[in-house]
């Protein structure tokens, strides 16, 4: 696959290998289950749907999408949406199609602790075992089928181009176009993050074509607050966020106490993260959600500062270099305290 860069041809690629082995897997399989990581945000529900109805579309079959958790009704708005299954609601039923399937393909984590409760089922299974996605460090040992591209902006975007490999340029509907592009404009912070591929465009041009009404997804992602989410978002930039001016970083700390004020679920604080980053100065940012059982941590940058390399050094995370997550297990009070004390030492 071939685009124009500085007027110089630039090859984009897909290692035709994988291609053929994930083709000849594709038609031997007649029970397959796609699934994604735990709290989904949009690349994880957009690759998941939009690669079930990918290969439904294109090998005429029947797919389980099967998730850790229930995907936000954020994006309730996505075709296929109601065929998800949940371990939230049913773990049973989500561990019957991954033991049941005989091929399983996960989009957008890299190994099984990304995916429990289900991560048992997903290692136990007998079926062949294939991976999308862009992420670091992928387990080579689970997946026998390894798509692996930490270059590109989203696991959607990855998805578009292993479908045109397999089934050329009619691989796609409207439906499935506007489940990738709505993972890519998630993970891309609607195209704000740094990507330096072109491949990035090109599949974004090429889902347009399909009449995807992409303010309609816009709005659909960013525009939706409830009053009490609205409320919410303005009581945390008042009351919960520390500015670091001096050094470029601040940081939103929630209790339990917090979401019980406004009735409102972990979901709900969805993008807060990026209102760090609305300040002039301020160049890391971060989210620490406190949980019943540990504090989740989200990271984001917009200038040199490796926010992957720093979730994975100090709290058991990752992600990418602008956009990571970890996880701490010390209370929310002491994380703070650490993670203010990590960025000074950091950033001084």
Known sequence: MLFELNGQKQMLTIDTYKVEQFRDALAEASNITIMAHKHPDGDAVGSALGLALTIEHNKKCKVNIVLPNDAPD???????????????????????????????????????????????????????????????????ALFSILFSRPDFSSACELVYW????????????????????????????????????????????????????????????????????????????????????????????ISLKDYEKFHLS????????????????????????????????????????????????YFEGGGHIKAAGGTSYIGLTYTAHRLDQLLKEALA
């Open 74 to 140: 954020t994006f309730q708005f996505l075709p296929a949406y109601n065929r998800i299954l949940s371990a939230d609601r049913d773990k049973e039923a989500c561990e019957a199609a991954l033991m049941n399937a005989d091929m399983i393909i996960g989009v957008d984590f890299n190994n099984a602790f990304r995916v429990e409760p289900l991560h048992q089922a997903l290692t136990e299974s007998k079926a062949i075992k294939a991976l999308i996605d862009h992420h670091e460090l992928p387990d080579e």
């Open 162 to 253: 292993v479908g045109k490999a397999l089934w050329g340029d009619n691989c796609l509907t409207q439906d499935i176009a506007r489940c990738l592009y709505t993972g890519i404009n998630t993970d891309t912070g609607c195209f704000a993050y740094s990507n330096a591929q072109p491949s990035l465009y090109e599949a974004v041009a090429a889902l347009m074509h399909y009449d995807i009404q992409p303010e309609s997804i816009y709005n659909e992602i960013n525009n939706n607050f409830s009053v009490d989410r609205m409320r919410f978002f303005g009581y945390c930039i008042n009351n919960l966020l520390t500015i670091n001016e001096a050094l470029g970083y601040a940081y939103f700390t």
């Open 266 to 313: 972990d979901e709900d604080t969805e993008g807060l993260v990026n209102y760090t980053l609305k300040m002039k100065n301020i160049h890391v940012g971060a989210l620490l959600k406190e949980q019943s059982d540990r504090i989740r941590i989200s990271l984001r940058s917009k200038r040199d500062f490796d926010v992957n390399q720093f979730a994975r050094t």
